[in-house]
């Protein structure tokens, strides 16, 4: 007998209950990933993003083929190649893991009604990509929960899994056709600070990050400069590694580091429980609040401006900068851009999700669009009314200015913390900078946003 695995945002050989569950009731086993157009159209298509990708594809293939088998990798609808794939190997089984969005439900629906048609299975896991399913941890009379610190709470009281083995051996059926694997070097304009993707950097950087950093992380993981947090977003989103190894690793090892490491996986898993329920919230407001977003030509500059890097606020210019150039950017500062976009400039957080997911190398819709949600007030944040002060958050997480100096070159002469108001500089010093004027005072900024939301 046959099965498929279909791989989706899985990338890994270890941890796979798909593939677990395949090669327990089949003979031979058919690892197929589709590179679906439709993917691309949805906007995911940045070359870093593509770059990481094809590093996941290929040390994929690595892992499946060291153990006999290899990735079969098609182009096309996900659906219609899945189907091709069974017939032609006359497989009875599809495995694939559960996903949150709307698109992951609309694909799944559409193959389990083709499969079924045809007469075969298709298996949907679950704890593939969360730790804790989506579903499996509700409050009372709600099918999700809306605040994170309950959540949490009852979360860490779920009885942990153990991670499962890569399968040691597999078998592919001779013959099945496949394109070729994609390689980083197909892909232009990769930035030359692109991290390796795939499933052996990951299980390298979880290792050593956690033994040479973890227990540093409580106090240093809002240290801009430092960067001292573990970068495994982007293996966490193709499911380079997964959540639950990296979970399972860190609590092994213990303390207020692991801690407050898993902490932030937790974090991962709400957002996920959240769209899981509600999967419109990947463009509709979460909530409600009073008031609108700025629209026209003013609020299109100020947009732009923030976009660029130029907003005259050098941590939040910094920020964005690192995202264009890197395809990530630190947590701290994704709170602060985002913030000053939604709260300072007042513009709808749909479009700094948007830009985001265009260049983010971890992009999620779970995680970036209930993040922005979350910050700008609409989503599960039970203060959704606070604003970030970029310049008392310069000063408090990056002290010494490094962070800025790193990323806005403009300002790279500046001594300290000074960096973080340029504008304070008068006469020749301030005429010889050549950086903008902020787009807003603070004061006003606040203002703006209390009048909208109606806050007295
Ligand atoms: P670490 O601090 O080492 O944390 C470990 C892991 O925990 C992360 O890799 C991530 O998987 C998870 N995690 C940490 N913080 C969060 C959080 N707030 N929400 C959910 N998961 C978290 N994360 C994404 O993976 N993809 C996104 O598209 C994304 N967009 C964001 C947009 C905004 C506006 C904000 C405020 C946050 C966003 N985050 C997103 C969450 C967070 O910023 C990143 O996961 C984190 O910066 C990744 O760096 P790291 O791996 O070094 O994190």
New binding site residues.
């Given amino acids: 007998t046959v099965s498929v695995v279909l791989y989706t945002s899985d990338l890994r050989v270890h941890d796979h209950p798909p593939l677990r569950a395949a090669l327990d009731g089949a003979q031979e086993v058919v690892p197929v990933f589709v590179r679906d157009p439709a993917v691309d159209r949805a906007g995911f298509a940045a070359p870093n993003r593509l770059a990481f990708l094809a590093d996941c594809l290929a040390d994929l293939d690595r892992g499946l083929t060291e153990r006999g088998g290899r990735l079969v990798v098609r182009e096309g609808d996900t659906v219609a190649e899945v189907l091709t794939l069974v017939r032609q190997t006359e497989a009875d089984e599809v495995h694939m893991a559960a996903g949150v969005t709307a698109f992951a439900a609309a694909r799944e629906a559409r193959l389990r009604k083709v499969l079924e048609d045809d007469g075969r299975r298709l298996y949907v896991h679950d704890g593939v990509v969360t730790v804790v399913p989506p579903g499996d941890v509700v409050p009372q009379g709600s099918d999700h929960f809306a605040v994170f610190t309950p959540y949490y709470r009852r979360w860490s009281d779920q009885p942990p899994r153990t991670p499962l083995q890569a399968p040691r051996t597999l078998r592919v059926p001779p013959g099945v056709r496949s394109d070729r694997v994609p390689r980083r070097s197909d892909v232009a304009d990769v930035s030359p600070a692109l991290v390796a993707g795939g499933e052996s950097e990951a299980r390298k950087r979880l290792g050593s990050?956690l033994s040479d950093h973890g227990d540093a992380?409580e106090d240093r993981?809002d240290d801009l400069a430092g960067d001292a947090?573990?970068?495994?977003?982007?293996?966490?989103?193709f499911g380079a590694v997964s959540?639950a190894e990296?979970v399972h690793r860190a609590r092994r090892r213990g303390g207020a580091g692991a801690d407050a490491?898993v902490r932030?996986?937790c974090?991962?898993d709400?957002?996920h429980q959240v769209l899981a329920a509600r999967p419109e919230a990947a463009a509709e407001d979460y909530r409600t609040r009073p008031g609108g977003w700025r629209t026209g030509a003013d609020a299109e500059a100020d947009l732009a401006a923030w976009r660029e890097g130029r907003t005259g606020y050098p941590v939040v210019d910094a920020a964005m900068r690192q995202l264009a150039h890197e395809g990530?950017?630190?947590?701290r500062g994704?709170?602060i851009?985002?913030s000053f976009l939604a709260k300072t400039l007042c513009v709808d957080w749909r479009e700094?999700?948007r830009h985001?997911?265009g260049l983010?190398v971890?992009?999620?819709?779970?995680?970036?669009q209930?993040?922005?949600q979350?910050?700008a007030g609409t989503g599960t944040d039970t203060r959704p009314n606070r604003v970030l002060n970029p310049v008392a958050q310069g000063r408090r997480h990056d002290p010494d200015g490094a962070y800025v100096r790193r990323w806005v070159p403009e300002l790279a002469g500046l001594d300290g913390p000074a960096v973080h108001e340029p504008w304070k500089l008068t006469g020749p010093d301030r005429a010889a900078l050549d950086y903008p004027e902020p787009l807003i005072g603070l004061a006003d900024g606040l203002d703006r946003f209390r009048q909208i939301r109606g806050i007295g």
């Fill in positions: 990050w992380y993981h947090t573990s970068r495994l977003s982007p293996y966490l989103h959540a990296a490491f932030q996986l974090w991962r709400f957002h990530w950017m630190h947590n994704r709170l851009t985002a700094g999700a985001f997911l983010l971890d992009g999620d819709v779970a995680n970036n209930l993040n922005w979350w910050v």
